[in-house]
């Protein structure tokens, strides 16, 4: 099993950043493709970004692209998303979530950490 923890969270203006952290502990992370999902009320929950176990295929969703960077530490069991010129309608709970190898659907979850972009 894998246990994931986000930070990094808070309020920010329009046209700021912020970088979000995924911190998973139990068993070895370094093979699990990991990822980014968003849930608003507006919304739902909406997939964000993706990296594989590797680090060296990533995958974004069209409202973020250009603007987030997702990447990852295995060497710290961490993953990263990079947050830039953020707009109110990023505002939300964030997740962070792992798929093992060879699975389809993500089945690790953290328990979200909340973005708010002010205008």
């Known amino acids: 099993q894998v246990q994931l923890v986000e930070s990094g969270g808070g309020l920010v203006q329009a046209g700021g950043s912020l970088r979000l952290s995924c911190a998973a502990s139990?068993?070895?992370?370094?093979?699990?493709?990991s990822g980014w999902f968003r849930q608003s009320p507006e919304k739902g929950r909406e997939f964000v970004a993706s990296?594989?176990?590797?680090?060296?295929?990533?995958n974004y969703a069209d409202s973020v692209k250009g603007r987030f960077t997702i990447s990852r530490d295995n060497a710290k069991n961490t993953v990263y998303l990079q947050m830039n010129s953020l707009k109110p309608e990023d505002t939300a709970v964030y997740y962070c979530?792992?798929?093992?190898?060879?699975?389809?659907?993500?089945?690790?979850w953290g328990q979200g950490t909340q973005v708010t972009v002010s205008s």
């Open positions: 990296i594989s176990w590797t680090g060296g295929g990533t």
């Open positions: 979530a792992g798929r093992d190898i060879g699975r389809i659907e993500y089945h690790y």
């Open positions: 139990g068993r070895t992370f370094s093979r699990v493709n």
